[in-house]
């Protein structure tokens, strides 16, 4: 079984800044892409920000310039820097991953349970 834990989130003022980590654990074989996602009130799940294996990172235009994603191999982890935060990044934030994990040959994708992260005006 492989477990993905987020932490990091908390309330902040606008203009502040937060970084998440995501960390995942249990029998794991490799890694594949992972990927930040966020979940307002009232609103669809949306990809954040996304990083593959090789560290090619890909991000909404929503955050594009103030959010920073990067990733740890060794540690299994993923990061999401965010600066410059505003009050609509206001939402819970998921990480996920795919990963292929012992004894299965076949890759499964996997959620965290989510952090919050709020930002006053």
């Known amino acids: 079984q492989v477990q993905l834990v987020e932490s990091g989130g908390g309330l902040v003022q606008a203009g502040g800044s937060l970084k998440l980590s995501c960390a995942a654990s249990g029998r794991i074989v490799s890694i594949n892409a992972m990927g930040w996602y966020r979940q307002a009130p009232g609103k669809q799940r949306e990809l954040v920000a996304s990083?593959?294996?090789?560290?090619?990172?890909n991000y909404a235009d929503s955050v594009k310039g103030r959010f920073t994603i990067s990733r740890d191999n060794g540690k299994n982890t993923a990061y999401l820097e965010m600066n410059s935060l505003k009050p609509e990044d206001t939402a819970v934030y998921y990480c996920n991953a795919g990963v292929r994990s012992h004894p299965t040959p076949w890759w499964d994708g996997y959620w965290g349970q989510g952090t919050q992260v709020t930002v006053s005006s």
């Open positions: 990083i593959t294996s090789g560290g090619s990172t």
